[in-house]
């Protein structure tokens, strides 16, 4: 949080790597949730401690991973180019879920799959249900720390 400039109470980090997590800087009062945020600190300089609230999507990589290494892709460059070649994805679902579900579902036995796949669905069709399936839990992060939280949000 502190090396993205986090400073105010209600900024909010998004990291995208390995996985994807969603931080909203709660002061210096931790935050948890049954709906599955857990607080961390965001940084410590002297005696004052600030925290954050995360909410996590921890297949982001491995999802894009796995979807090249089963030949929708050869590069991870090009998703978005593929994806945009086809106006939606066709009905085509995915559910990113290799290690479940994080918030606001926390349900770990979730499994990744398609749904909605026909005769003409094609593999950019699959590519944008990937990427749009990650951009969805994204927003899903982000509208559950909106439910739970009484911050405004200031910079993302």
Not at 35 to 59: C, H, K, M, T
Not at 60 to 85: C, H, R, V, Y
Request: glycine share 10%; proline share 5%.
């Amino acid at each position: 949080m502190w090396g993205s400039c986090c400073f105010n109470v209600g900024d909010i980090k998004l990291t995208m790597g390995t996985g994807t997590f969603f931080n909203i800087n709660t002061g210096r009062s931790p935050h948890a949730s049954a709906s599955g945020l857990y607080p961390v600190v965001g940084w410590r300089l002297g005696d004052e401690i600030v925290f954050s609230a995360e909410g996590a999507n921890n297949d982001t990589a491995s999802i894009i991973k796995w979807a090249q290494n089963i030949g929708l892709f050869d590069n991870p460059q090009d998703t978005a180019e593929i994806a945009m070649s086809v106006p939606d994805s066709d009905g085509v679902f995915f559910i990113p879920a290799f290690s479940g579900l994080g918030p606001p579902y926390n349900d770990f036995t979730a499994a990744s799959g398609f749904v909605g796949m026909k005769p003409s669905t094609t593999k950019a069709h699959l590519v944008r249900a990937v990427l749009e399936s990650l951009a969805f839990r994204t927003a899903q992060l982000y509208t559950c720390v909106q439910a739970e939280t009484t911050y405004n949000f200031s910079t993302i």
